[in-house]
């Protein structure tokens, strides 16, 4: 599912034409609006006049103006954050917000949640419908007032549900520092792992979800299967994160149970899979890898850690959640029978349970990997440009280089360090002293238009400053 799936109708059509501009460009007419079927005239209309408002009220700099009778400009300025704008909307919508309450309260009632938020019975369980449509991704269901299904898919979800949608500030203030801080050092110091910012963040919001869990009023209903219970018991650093969990919940006076060990395991081995290397679930999903790289005719291990990090998500979830729909490489459009080849290994080595869009996202990531393999990679120097590691880093670099590139008084370097001007998709960088241009995410025309035209206002020295 799509975070902007829980926004309302009104909400989503905004959301699709904030989209289209992204995709298209910053000069869109109400023509090319009429032909993506999104919604009648008179609704795109009153739609994009909705969109103004609150791209105004999310950051006065960014306008969307009707510049001709048929034609509408979007203008984002350099340091605009699209995750960010994406939780504005989302922190007005009902069903994000019955989500964000069920997880908060031990237990819920019908009278308890209309009271909440002020709504009628038929309006609760409208939207409670609406919301099972996306749950059942994940194997869940909201029934008998409360999210039924396995414990670790219900984990599962509401990480990525809270991951997704808070900004990175809201992030580091519910959790860089929290209660659970001592829990994640000994984690560390027991395992020999050396978090990064981002993981101790992912870490601290799995062991708070732990914590809000294990204080729930209803019976939980744990599945692990056989075979994996069976790996995981093997493995000596599981008994080792088991005892960690036995001196710390027992030091509490929290209920103990095996489960809390095996999830918090797990998780571990999908933060960081290049610490758990010579675990039996580590291995035989690295074999797979291996496998599946020699079907792309590809040799290189560089691509180990991201392969296995998706592989192990699919292996061991149904379901996931991404920020918005994204126009991506795909495999299936530049080699369809590789890709073919790579679904029947997964469904042969993984999961034959694996949602559309997991398989969406490794039909992306397979992609990011062909074309990054398929291209050589260029050596250019020019501006201060640093990317978060993923998949798609090097299709952004060559994105930037290649506009760089038409500006010969400017070197490109990837650092932050010493430079005048940043470019970056790395949200945290917006606390950088020095002019940042945050990418939007969408390598499309209107990106480039939007870069080409930052580098010139930096040049003549008049840039927005952010």
């Known amino acids: 599912m799509y975070l902007t799936d829980l926004m309302d109708k009104h909400q989503q059509i905004q959301f699709q034409l904030f989209s289209y501009f992204l995709s298209h460009g910053p000069d869109v007419s109400t023509h090319q609006l009429e032909e993506t079927r999104i919604a009648s005239l008179p609704t795109l209309v009153r739609e994009l006049d909705l969109l103004e408002e609150q791209l105004q009220l999310f950051q006065h700099e960014a306008t969307l103006t009707k510049v001709r009778s048929e034609s509408y400009q979007l203008f984002l300025p350099n340091h605009f954050n699209v ?202 999903i690295k074999q797979m890898n291996t496998e599946l790289l020699r079907s792309l005719d590809i040799n290189e291990t560089s691509y180990q850690k991201l392969l296995t990090q998706a592989h192990l998500a699919v292996f061991l979830t149904k379901g996931t959640i991404e920020k918005i729909p994204r126009t991506k490489i795909r495999l299936s459009d530049k080699k369809p029978e590789k890709m073919t080849n790579c679904m029947d290994l997964v469904e042969k080595k993984l999961s034959k349970r694996v949602s559309h869009l997991q398989w969406q996202q490794l039909d992306e990531l397979y992609g990011g990997i062909w074309f990054a393999h398929s291209h050589e990679k260029q050596a250019r120097h020019k501006i201060g440009l640093q990317l978060k590691y993923d998949i798609e880093t090097e299709t952004i670099r060559q994105f930037v280089q290649t506009i760089v590139a038409t500006f010969p008084q400017i070197e490109l370097v990837a650092t932050d360090k010493n430079v005048a001007f940043l470019i970056t998709n790395d949200e945290r960088k917006l606390s950088e002293p020095i002019p940042v241009f945050l990418l939007t995410g969408f390598l499309t025309e209107f990106e480039r238009i939007r870069l080409r035209q930052a580098l010139k206002n930096f040049l003549n020295g008049v840039g927005d400053k952010g």
């Open 83 to 284: 995750a960010a704008f994406i939780n504005f909307y989302l922190k007005k919508t009902l069903n994000y917000q019955l989500l964000c309450f069920v997880y908060q309260q031990k237990e819920v009632s019908t009278t308890k949640l209309t009271l909440a938020f002020q709504i009628s019975e038929a309006s609760l369980f409208r939207h409670l419908k609406e919301i099972n449509l996306y749950l059942d991704e994940f194997d869940l269901q909201f029934r008998n007032k409360n999210i039924v299904g396995n414990e670790w898919q219900l984990r599962i979800f509401y990480f990525q549900m809270f991951w997704h949608s808070l900004t990175i500030m809201d992030k580091k203030e519910k959790w860089l520092h929290t209660p659970l801080h001592p829990l994640i050092e000994i984690i560390q110091h027991q395992l020999h792992i050396d978090f990064s910012e981002e993981e101790h963040l992912k870490l601290s919001l799995w062991l708070d979800i732990m914590q809000k869990r294990l204080d729930y009023r209803e019976k939980a209903r744990h599945v692990i299967p056989d075979v994996l219970w069976e790996k995981i018991r093997t493995d000596t650093t599981y008994q080792k994160i088991k005892m960690i969990m036995v001196r710390y919940l027992s030091r509490y006076a929290l209920a103990w149970s095996e489960y809390e060990a095996a999830y918090l395991y797990l998780f571990l081995l999908t933060l960081t899979p290049e610490a758990f290397l010579e675990t039996p679930l580590i291995t035989y």
